[in-house]
């Protein structure tokens, strides 16, 4: 600790929309969870919900503020352990195919994630790739005396992987706001057109399955709301 931390009157919003006060609500109780804690190991957050429901944006709110508060925080996509195309995405049973073989989870938890949470710090050169990529592309993660580690990403809340986490974070937003901020934002790189197809052919049926068996709202410790007003 290299600064004496501050408290959320210390840094109150100007305005509290209901966004800031949900923002603050998670905030609290991760600060909660890893003061118990007394510094042992880093606090393990997972943030999840169904694509584009705007976990990186919620992500990088809740690390800026949780830094503020003079917290280390490293905040990481599990994006960037998506499987290649090739390997994610197949056309003769799409929802069902991305579902199980999206993201390479094993190879994230055991040599990022779980590392990361035992000795608050890692050193590692892994291979990521992205829903465009042919080939990996090489990443480092050098993180030093972490407090709280933020993982935002799809799927997380499967059974295999939910008790791993201190605090699990659901972002609630409906697949129709959902798709008009995938478009918007130009998700994937595609024209609207093929953004919609994806979106409502893969990504939202596969989260289907994944709301359907895993029960990843109701399994959160929150639920943080993400649609707009």
Request: proline share 4%; charged share 30%.
């Amino acid at each position: 600790m290299t600064a004496q931390r501050r408290t959320h009157r210390q840094i109150a919003d100007s305005g509290d929309s209901a966004l800031a006060l949900s923002q603050r609500r998670v905030v609290d109780t991760i600060v909660r969870k890893q003061r118990a804690l007394r510094s042992q190991r880093a606090v393990l957050v997972g943030i999840s919900g169904i694509d584009a429901s705007g976990k990186g944006f919620v992500t990088a709110q809740l690390a800026e503020r949780l830094r503020v508060l003079n917290w280390n925080v490293a905040a990481v996509s599990a994006d960037d352990w998506l499987n290649l195309p090739d390997i994610c995405i197949n056309r003769d049973d799409p929802a069902e195919h991305f579902y199980k073989h999206a993201l390479r989870f094993d190879e994230m938890f055991e040599r990022l994630v779980l590392p990361l949470k035992q000795s608050r710090r890692v050193d590692l050169v892994a291979d990521c790739g992205d829903a465009k990529a042919t080939i990996h592309r090489k990443h480092r993660y050098r993180f030093r005396n972490v407090d709280i580690i933020l993982l935002e990403g799809i799927f997380l809340f499967k059974p295999a992987y939910r008790h791993q986490f201190d605090l699990a974070v659901w972002i609630d937003c409906s697949f129709e706001t959902a798709l008009q901020r995938a478009i918007a934002r130009g998700q994937e790189g595609l024209p609207a057109a093929e953004t919609k197809k994806a979106f409502e052919t893969i990504y939202f049926p596969a989260q289907q399955i994944h709301l359907t068996r895993d029960h990843p709202r109701e399994t959160a410790d929150i639920v943080f709301p993400n649609d707009p007003p």
